[in-house]
DNA sequence: ACAATAGTGTCTGTCAGACAATATACA
DNA sequence: TGTATATTGTCTGACAGACACTATTGT
């Protein structure tokens, strides 16, 4: 067994980055896959990932945000940084350590071919590590959903307390006071009202319609309390 | 300006680990620098750390022990990743990513030479972005003071009900209500009294001894809502 | 008018913080 | 006995959850 020296050739280490993407759609929690086009696993439905290129990119986030940018169309959603995976295993290529990201985005209208939206619960097997990336990302965002405006960035805007009450309500798995529900977003303060009103489908009061205030669309707001369940 | 490919040679790409090694001393919290022997920066005082073995570890984590064992002879204390810095500029030598840990000691009688405990509050600066990296694991650590049993690692065993509420409340800098927190302590059931007293200085009742329970040493335990702060 | 959902006002139980009482050592 | 800190018991205020009431639309 060879005393490993520092990064010798013959022994390459691969560096790469992967996003999990999540949306909402039919009451799920989804991540975005797509469909590899090269080896390893080509054929196989995996996460957006790929390496990290070291003449273009300015740091790992900026790779993640161009895998995105070039895999799945999206410019700037809320990205933030999950976790890093390593080890001799996880990649045939090779010892590989894989910087990780999760994003939030409006579930979009259609996804394009060789993307597919599953809902987090009933995955398949995928390939690399990319089953245990998924779900550290599910279990931190369910966590942050618990005492942060994480969950905003799943609606598109405009939209109703209503329908951020039920996203919530989909991410925590339990219901949540309607009345203390509204309190907390009062205090949080991070939207704001839209002119425009809004009615459902039935006979009923029509919504008030908000969005997020330019402050906190890159950044969350932490609750002092949680939302107390 | 080259269409960056994959790994090739000539770029190559650099992976580190650091470690955020904290611990509790007169007071303050303090954060564990070596003397650096080789460059770049050979002579000044940084974090621990060192490249990847992809000979030899099984993944950042283990990079991260060994680090710990071969600089700061330490064996397994309670270890969390932190998170990944990368950038084309935080190192000389090139394109780097590191993969950053912060560990909890109860602290140690005495520094070795070339070792150093800085408070955390008063650092001068390091190299890299050694001082980005101590700063984020400050704040993470004093973020979850708030809602779990993490500071328990900074206590030396047995400890007292006093001493681990005067490590909390330097860690997050206010008073907390001592009922309260025994309260929260006996929710927690992370600790278990031990058969022998303790007596203080001076003239007064002796406080019973306690240790975490074996099931909390390496996980920790989370509060319901916080320690009400 | 009726149905249905949006939004608000008010009461109640729970729990953190305050305060006070008790326990137990050494001087 | 006096002093100092440990530990426990009890009261109180703040706030989350429950419930009920008002608002506002289409049918």
């Known amino acids: 067994m060879t005393t490993s020296t520092n990064s010798e050739a013959g022994n390459k280490l691969i560096c790469t980055v992967d996003v999990v993407l999540l949306s909402l759609s039919e009451g799920q929690l989804r991540v975005l896959l797509l469909k590899r086009e090269r080896e390893p696993f080509a054929g196989a439905w995996a996460l957006p990932g790929g390496y990290v290129h070291i003449g273009e990119d300015q740091g790992c986030e900026d790779a993640a945000q161009r895998v995105l940018r070039q895999k799945a169309g999206l410019e700037s959603p809320y990205l933030e940084q999950l976790a890093s995976f390593s080890g001799p295993a996880r990649d045939p290529r090779g010892w590989s350590v894989s910087v990780a990201y999760f994003a939030l985005v409006p579930h979009p209208e259609e996804a394009l071919p060789g993307q597919q939206w599953l809902p987090v619960d009933r995955l398949p097997q995928l390939p690399f590590d ?100």
């Open 130 to 229: 990319h089953g245990s990336i998924v779900a550290t990302a599910v279990e931190r965002v369910r966590s942050k959903s618990q005492y942060s405006s994480l969950p905003v960035h799943l609606c598109p805007e405009p939209f109703t307390i209503s329908q951020l009450h039920a996203v919530y309500e989909t991410l925590l798995g339990e219901p949540i006071n309607t009345v203390s529900f509204r309190r907390k977003l009062d205090e949080l303060a991070i939207l704001e009202p839209v002119v425009g009103e809004k009615r459902t489908e039935g006979a009923h009061r029509p919504a008030q319609l908000y969005r997020v205030r330019a402050e906190f669309r890159q950044r969350l707001r932490l609750v002092g309390r949680g939302l107390n369940r």
